[in-house]
């Protein structure tokens, strides 16, 4: 009796049983270029507006978050960052294997740092990421987006 039980635990994870469900049915909508523009973009000024100053001939003024609003709209703005990166990993985005995933993952990383700086409210570490998420950007932008001179370039 054992050993028929034994048997069909065996034949039914080797025929099914232990098989992996299906992934979801993802159903990207946009192409790269409309995420870029409509989603990623958006999010990365908003970051990068988020802290600085401004130099001018009364002087230099600095801006950062003053409000908890102000803050959560940084969080947000990272937040949509660090998914990105997962958007343009789907395989209808996806360039290649190689590259892409990497600066994918690049992108999120950067993504993951720009939420911890803005959830600490630390406007050096905001000011300081917002480089970090230019360079991931921009070194994607070298390989696959050779036409553009900057990550924001439109051409509406």
Not at 105 to 131: C, P, S
């Amino acid at each position: 009796m054992r050993t028929s039980r034994a048997r069909w635990l065996v034949a039914s994870v080797a025929f099914g049983g232990g098989c992996r469900p299906a992934p979801p049915p993802f159903q990207p909508v946009a192409d790269v270029k409309q995420l870029m523009v409509s989603i990623l973009e958006p999010a990365a000024e908003g970051y990068w507006d988020a802290v600085g100053s401004v130099d001018d001939a009364k002087g230099t003024t600095f801006f950062a978050p003053r409000s908890n609003e102000d803050w959560v709209a940084v969080r947000d703005h990272a937040l949509v960052i660090a998914e990105s990166g997962n958007l343009l990993m789907m395989t209808t985005r996806a360039r290649d294997r190689g590259d892409w995933i990497a600066m994918s993952v690049a992108l999120i990383e950067a993504g993951r740092r720009a939420i911890a700086a803005a959830e600490a409210r630390d406007t050096t570490a905001v000011f300081d990421v917002g480089a970090e998420v230019y360079e991931a950007c921009t070194k994607c932008h070298a390989v696959y987006a050779t036409e553009l001179q900057r990550p924001n370039a439109r051409d509406d």
